[in-house]
Structures are given as C-alpha cells and as structure tokens.
C-alpha cells in the first residue's frame, strides 16, 4: 500500500519570501516517482516539479526545488521568492510501478502581498 | 483542442438520478485517467484506459459506477442511482505515452457533482 501525508493543512508566505511545504510517504516499492502538484481555483492539477526516487540528487525547477530525504520517506517543497500566482492548493504524490498516482490531502498556500 | 476538456463543469444531480460525465483527452493520448477528488481531500484514483482497454478499475467505489472509452479518445463516466456520497470533483487525465514517468500527465479543470 502506499500512503502521503501532508501535515500542513495550510501555509501562508510573504511575497519574495520563501516557503516548505512537508510531505512524508511510505511504499513498500523500490521503484517509484515522487511529484508536486498545484491545483488553483480552477481545479487544473498543474505538475510543479518531480524527482526520480533512485536519484539521490534533489529536483530543482526555477524557484522549485525539493528536500528528498529517501530514509526518511520525506519529500518537502521549497519555493523560493515566492509570488501571489503561487497561491494555491499543493498536492504531494506517490507514483509507482501500477501506473497509478496516490495523492495527499494537500495544503493550501497563501502568499501576502 | 489544446488540453484535457471535461463538461459538463458543473452537475446537479437528484440522489438516484443517473448522471454522465464526459472527458476529451488530447488528441493522440494513449493513456486516460479518472480521478475523484471529495471536498478538502486530493484526487483518488477511480479508473484507466489504454486506449479502448480498461485496464485497472480498481478504485471505482461500487458498481454504480461505469466508465467507458469506445473508440480510444473520448471517455465516458457513468453514476447510476447517485449517492450524496457521491458529491465530488471528478478529474480527468491524459497522457501521450503508456508510463507516467516519460509522459507527462495532463489533467482537465474536472467536473464538480453535486447531489441533492
């Protein structure tokens, strides 16, 4: 079985500040993808940034970046210089080998002007 | 068209009406994904297609609920008898290639279901 969990129901950040968003995950699987995604009023799940669990090196994507932590079962989000279009729900995901993708709850985000 | 388009957006339903919910993937995508997202909660997987080919329906939560995709591209979701349990976002996903990891997932803005 594979479980997320996001333990942060929600964060708010200055604007330009930087901000992490937590995740923690359990799988059983060695072969798996962990992702990133953002979800605005819209309902569009938008793909944020997504790292490959054999890759020690962590993912990185403009202002994107992770802290993936493979012991630990930890995968947080950091979002550097933050800005108001960031505000938005963050969902952490789990995808492995049965093509299918296990969500967290998320955590919604708010940025202060 | 450009992206993932789902109608309707919004659906009322009386509890035990049927309701149909439509998804047009990218044109080409082989793989094809129903999510149902309940309020304050992230998306749970419901069901995918590779092509015409159901190949996992594992996450449908009862029999009530059939989803189809005839011709390889456009893709139906079927209620029957709705639930108020049933009240949710529905998104779907497409993606060009057979595995996630090597192509990317494309998601529709869903359909939000009420029932009444």
């Known amino acids: 079985a594979q479980t997320v969990t996001q333990s942060q129901p929600e964060m708010s950040v200055q604007e330009a500040e930087t901000v992490t968003l937590s995740c923690t995950y359990d799988t059983s699987e060695s072969d798996y993808y962990l992702f990133w995604y953002k979800q605005p009023p819209s309902r569009q799940m938008i793909l944020v940034i997504r790292?490959?669990?054999?890759?020690?090196q962590n993912a990185t994507e403009n202002r994107f970046s992770v802290n993936f932590q493979k012991a630990a079962k930890s995968f947080s989000l950091k979002i550097s210089d933050s800005q108001l279009g960031d505000a938005a729900m963050y969902f952490c995901a789990i995808y492995n080998t049965g093509n299918q993708f296990y969500f967290g709850t998320g955590t919604s985000l708010t940025v202060i002007p | 068209g450009a992206g993932v388009s789902q109608s309707p957006r919004y659906k009322v339903a009386k509890r035990g009406q049927d309701v149909a919910l439509r998804c047009d993937p990218i044109?080409?995508?082989?793989?094809l994904f129903w999510y149902q997202q309940a309020l304050g909660q992230g998306p749970e997987f419901l069901t995918y297609?590779?092509?015409?080919?159901?190949?996992?329906k594992s996450g449908l939560p009862s029999d009530r609920f059939f989803a189809e995709r005839p011709e390889g591209s456009v893709s139906t979701l079927k209620i029957q008898r709705t639930q108020q349990e049933d009240s949710a976002v529905y998104l779907c996903?497409?993606?060009?290639?057979?595995?996630?990891?090597?192509?990317?997932?494309?998601f529709g803005n869903g359909t939000r279901l009420t029932v009444t």
């Open positions: 297609f590779q092509n015409e080919a159901q190949l996992d």
């Open positions: 790292q490959e669990a054999y890759k020690q």
């Open positions: 996903a497409s993606s060009l290639g057979l595995r996630v990891p090597n192509s990317p997932l494309h």
């Open positions: 044109s080409g995508h082989v793989s």
